[in-house]
């Protein structure tokens, strides 16, 4: 199984010093970030796309590309990209040129996202929601399947034997990101795509039916062997389970808190956040070994075949991050590697 990482590179406000993260500074740490996890042998590093002034990237293959340059070995994927307020053609030429960049690591994880900023943003109504995603997914797949395009459909203009440069040395790795929707799964079962399924909270056996359901869905259309899963679920390290608790329960809650108030969600309370980081909740909080365990009891859940742990849930201070970054390649990988070996 592969371990990875993500992050959304968080520039909230610190709120154990009360200061706005600075977007610059936040991107540089970033790349020094996804240097280490190379370096210690973790196998993928994600990163989001927000449009929002509490996270630092908007353009994720940029920074993809910039961390290709520093890393040997490492691959690299966004975590999401925004497909249905993006275009396609763009979105195949960037994530091709940095799979040239980075000799072949780069990976493409679409999705429709959890924010809906880059909608009015780039021109696009929300009442098309549903509609831009699946169409827009439908023209990158042609794109990813065939050198010359022709497509038409209601969102978009069409192409007429399109060729579209520069075509990939081998075909780009495109997964979908769902958040459990159950047409959404089954759709990425039935294209043969590799799904990551983002867990962030309740209990993660709520979620198992959703693996059924991608699985079934691509047996039943005839593709073998299966296509991957990806479990995704918030997480943070030390080297003490209430030290790790500590540390991160503050920006945790605030973030929490500040994204529940958009969405009518109840205000984070230290009760739930304790039930969460349990042996039986979503959020991997605690020691090494407590991550090693809850790891190892999802994949006797699911099966995955690779696990991503977000780090950081709000704004961290860049040696923590390092250091739980140390905890995760050094101890964390490797044991879960070695008990899932086989």
């Known amino acids: 199984m592969e371990l990875g990482l993500f992050t959304f590179a968080e520039t909230a406000i610190d709120p154990d010093s009360g200061r706005q993260l600075n977007a610059g500074q936040r991107l540089r740490d970033l790349l020094e970030e996804i240097e280490l996890a190379d370096q210690l042998g973790i196998d993928v590093y994600g990163v989001g796309e927000h449009h929002r002034p509490d996270y630092s990237v908007s353009a994720p293959?940029?920074?993809?590309?910039?961390?290709?340059?520093?890393?040997?070995?490492?691959?690299?994927?966004?975590?999401?990209?925004?497909?249905?307020?993006?275009?396609?053609?763009?979105?195949f030429q960037q994530f091709t040129t940095l799979d040239h960049l980075s000799n072949g690591r780069a990976e493409c994880m679409v999705g429709r996202g959890s924010f809906i900023e880059s909608f009015p943003l780039f021109g696009y109504d929300l009442n098309n929601y549903d509609d831009l995603f699946i169409e827009k997914l439908d023209l990158l797949l042609a794109l990813r399947d065939n050198?010359?395009?022709?497509?038409?459909?209601?969102?978009?203009?069409?192409?007429?034997?399109?060729?579209v440069h520069p075509r990939p040395d081998k075909p780009l790795a495109i997964w979908v990101a769902v958040g459990g929707t159950p047409q959404s799964v089954i759709r990425a079962g039935m294209l043969n795509l590799p799904m990551a399924l983002a867990i962030i909270g309740g209990s993660p056996e709520r979620f198992v039916p959703f693996a059924e359901l991608h699985r079934e869905a691509a047996t039943k259309a005839g593709h073998n062997p299966l296509p991957k899963l990806s479990i995704n679920s918030h997480g943070w390290l030390s080297t003490d389970s209430r030290q790790a608790a500590e540390e991160v329960w503050p920006s945790y809650s605030a973030t929490m808190n500040?994204?529940?108030?958009?969405?009518?969600?109840?205000?984070?309370?230290?009760?739930?956040?304790?039930?969460?980081?349990?042996?039986?909740?979503?959020?991997?909080?605690?020691?090494?070994?407590?991550?090693?365990?809850?790891?190892l009891r999802e994949h006797e859940l699911f099966g995955m075949d690779r696990f991503m742990l977000q780090l950081t849930v709000g704004s961290m201070p860049h040696d923590k991050v390092l250091r739980a970054i140390e905890l995760y390649g050094n101890v964390v990988a490797p044991a879960v590697r070695k008990a899932t070996a086989g």
């Open 147 to 163: 050198e010359q395009v022709t497509w038409s459909g209601r969102q978009r203009a069409p192409l007429r034997n399109a060729v």
């Open 258 to 295: 500040r994204i529940g108030r958009e969405r009518g969600w109840p205000p984070a309370t230290r009760d739930h956040f304790e039930q969460e980081i349990s042996p039986t909740g979503a959020v991997l909080v605690g020691s090494p070994q407590q991550v090693i365990d809850k790891i």
């Open 61 to 91: 293959t940029i920074v993809l590309a910039a961390a290709a340059a520093r890393t040997r070995r490492i691959k690299l994927t966004t975590a999401v990209t925004v497909l249905s307020s993006d275009d396609p053609v763009r979105v």
